[in-house]
Structure formats: C-alpha cells, structure tokens
T-cell receptor, first 119, second 111 residues
Framework: ETGVTQTPRHLVMGMTNKKSLKCEQH?????MYWYKQSAKKPLELMFV???????ENNSVPSRFSPECPNSSHLFLHLHTLQPEDSALYLC??????????????????FGPGTRLTVL | GQQVMQIPQYQHVQEGEDFTTYCNSS?????IQWYKQRPGGHPVFLIQ?????EVKKQKRLTFQFGEAKKNSSLHITATQTTDVGTYFC???????????FGPGTRLSVLP
C-alpha cells in the first residue's frame, strides 16, 4: 500500500536534537492526522488538519509542532523531546472535512509509521 | 474523562473457534469504526457503522452498533491464522468533537 507514506521509518534522537517527521498522501484526501501509538496507551490523536487548517490539538506538548503546507503533506517537527515520547508516530488521511462540532470522521488510511526512540 | 474501552484485552483461540470483542464508550458516538492492525503493521480500516442497531457483515466478520450508540461488537466466525492482530474500535465522541480509539483487543490464533 502506497497511499500514505511516512519518512523516516525509524528515528533515534537525543533530547536536545531537532528533527522532523514527514507524511505524504496520494489519495486526494482533505484531512490529515498525527497519532501517537505507545505500548502503554491506546492510539492517541494528536493533531487534525482539514484543508490545511488545524482543527484539533488534543493537549499536545509544545515540543511537538505540526505543519501542513498543503492537503497532501504533513510534518511533525520535534524538539527537546523526552524519553517518554518514544513511540510509533502514525500519520493518516481521510476524505474531509472531519472533526468539529456536528461533523463526523470518515474512514482513515494510515501510513506505516515512524518508530521514534528518544535517548 | 471521555473514553472508549474494549474487552477482552487479549484473546487466544484455537483455529476454527469463534471470537468476539466488545467496545464500550462512555458517551454517545456519532459513528463507530473498526480497524485491524497486524503485528508490526499499521491500522487498516475494516468498516464503519452509523445507525443505531446497525449490523454489517464481511464474510466471517459481523459488526454490530448498539441501540444507544455507545457500544459495539465484532464477531469472527471460525477464526483463521490470518485473523491474528489487534482489533480497534474508534469513533467521534461528544458530537464529533473528539475522535478516540479503544485500547484494542489482541487476537492470537493457534493453528
């Protein structure tokens, strides 16, 4: 499946590093998402973008900074992370709009994820 | 807080046995979605239910959405080794304000 791609697939970084995760979708969708999946918690929705506009930010620490330059690309900029931020970071896309009062989420297509380790 | 629970957390079955996982939300869901994640893979969408009391079938899989739109179930008949993975339910709580995933049920199928 190549509908949603993520790079890099694996990343090891120190707590003082700055890195970025990239996601690209080739499905013509309007909504894109960042999720965090760790062993001890359910899949957590971090950010939602509809038509390049951020519509949800679920109390994510400021050391995670998303960027959505267009409907096909999504970035997650990382800086001064903590070891507990080590997890699988998944990107997803769907036909929008999604989120917000009175709307509903459509089927989401996930990328393969980036396995992040913070030392 | 608002959350979605799933039981059981783990299930080991012999190939050919049936399997059911249950999903319960603390609040009403606009719709319920089910995803499957194979070991080492990423979640893959299976189905979406929207109407109260809705039942949908996909070959050996049967999905139900509760009348109150707060619970759902996934039933697999005659499991196969290809059914191995973690099954997640997910949905928009609070009239679409929050999209949450359940913790998943990990299914192991012994040949």
């Amino acid at each position: 499946e190549t509908g949603v791609t993520q790079t890099p697939r694996h990343l090891v970084m120190g707590m003082t590093n700055k890195k970025s995760l990239k996601c690209e979708q080739h499905l013509g969708h309007n909504a894109m998402y960042w999720y965090k999946q760790s062993a001890k918690k359910p899949l957590e929705l971090m950010f939602v973008y509809n038509f390049k506009e951020q519509t949800e930010n679920n109390s994510v620490p400021s050391r995670f900074s998303p960027e959505c330059p267009n409907s096909s690309h999504l970035f997650l900029h990382l800086h001064t992370l903590q070891p507990e931020d080590s997890a699988l970071y998944l990107c997803a896309s769907s036909q929008g709009p999604s989120g917000g009062s009175g709307s509903s989420y459509n089927e989401q297509f996930f990328g393969p994820g980036t396995r992040l380790t913070v030392l | 807080g608002q959350q979605v629970m799933q039981i059981p957390q783990y299930q080991h079955v012999q190939e050919g046995e049936d399997f059911t996982t249950y999903c319960n939300s603390s609040t009403t869901l606009s719709n319920i979605q089910w995803y499957k994640q194979r070991p080492g893979g990423h979640p893959v969408f299976l189905i979406q239910l929207v109407k109260s009391g809705e039942v949908k079938k996909q070959k050996r899989l049967t999905f139900q959405f509760g009348e109150a739109k707060k619970n759902s179930s996934l039933h697999i008949t005659a499991t196969q080794t290809t059914d191995v993975g973690t099954y997640f339910c997910a949905g928009p709580q609070n009239y679409g304000q929050n999209f949450v995933f359940g913790p998943g049920t990990r299914l192991s199928v012994l040949p």
